[in-house]
């Protein structure tokens, strides 16, 4: 009896090994992925953020593609006309700065310096110069479209026929700043300041300027068609000649605002505050009135 059983323990104890051996080699993999995976991405990320270090930036650089200039303190240089596709200039000091015709396509310039800056005629497609301050800086003519200029500080900017389409304004403050004639189709100005702005002549087809604060703006004969101008704060805002049909005005306050001879038909002016707002010679045809009614096709000044 006492073989049999000693007979039968070094099978069981070689059975118990077996699965123990395998449960080791399923586990061990991951394991091992897992204990990797905390250092690997610790690695990366001391790479990452070395590589985007102010100490890697080489400030005294001369200008080119993809330059380091991160918290660099530029001053007042010229750099006119010099290619800085890509470049990385967050933080950068450079009040003053002069880099009219330069190249800025894709470069990042968040948070940057850049008060009475002159970037006239630059190109700057898809830049980001979020969070910067940019008073009254020359934009004249500059081609930035795709750029972002999110929650910027921007009073007093001159953007005159500049090339803004589909750039990203949200939360900016463009009190003052110069906008027109302008190109601002597809542009966001999602809750911006732009009180006193002058937008004359500017083309913001399909516009978001939503809870937007236009008061005492100059939209004389601008382009709004199919804007979307919701909530946004436009008392005494001047839009004589101006065409907005289709626009959205739901909930809007146009409280003192000119309409003379404005193009609204097919507006909607739903819920909207028009106490002291004059529509002489406006065009109401099929546009939504303030008690959510139509206006006959064909009404001029007044919503029959």
């Known amino acids: 009896m006492n073989n049999t059983v000693f007979s039968a323990l070094p099978g069981r104890r070689a059975g118990n090994s077996g699965r123990s051996q395998e449960r080791f080699r399923r586990s061990a993999p991951g394991r091992s992925s897992q204990a990797l995976r905390g250092p690997i991405s610790l690695i990366a990320g001391f790479f990452l953020a070395l590589s985007l270090s102010p100490a890697l930036a080489n400030c005294n650089a001369e200008p080119e593609p993809g330059i380091n200039w991160f918290n660099c303190e530029l ?3 010229d750099l006119s006309g010099a290619d800085l596709t890509r470049a990385l200039m967050s933080r950068i000091k450079a009040d003053g700065i002069r880099l009219d015709g330069a190249t800025l396509e894709s470069a990042v310039l ?5 008060n009475q800056a002159s970037l006239v005629e630059v190109s700057g497609r898809r830049a980001d110069f979020g969070s910067s301050s940019m008073l009254g800086a020359d934009l004249r003519k500059a081609r930035l479209q795709g750029a972002r200029f999110t929650s910027a500080r921007l009073t007093g900017a001159d953007f005159r026929e500049a090339d803004l389409r589909d750039a990203r304004l949200d939360g900016a403050n463009l009190n003052d700043a110069r906008l027109d004639q302008t190109l601002l189709s597809g542009s966001r100005f999602y809750n911006a300041e732009m009180r006193d702005a002058n937008l004359e002549g500017s083309v913001l087809q399909g516009a978001n300027l939503s809870q937007s604060n236009l008061e005492g703006a100059n939209l004389e004969g601008a382009d709004l068609r199919d804007a979307d101008l919701s909530r946004a704060m436009l008392e005494n ?12 005005l739901d909930r809007a306050s146009l409280a003192g605002a000119d309409f003379t001879g404005a193009d609204l038909s097919r507006a909607n002016l739903r819920s909207a505050d028009i106490s002291g707002t004059v529509f002489e010679g406006a065009r109401l045809g099929n546009t939504i ?4 009614r139509p206006c006959r096709r064909g009404s001029v000044g007044i919503c029959d």
């Open 237 to 248: 805002a001047r839009f004589q000649g101006a065409n907005l049909h289709g626009a959205n």
């Open 75 to 77: 001053g007042d240089r």
């Open 110 to 114: 968040t948070n940057a310096s850049l």
């Open 289 to 292: 009135w303030i008690d959510r």
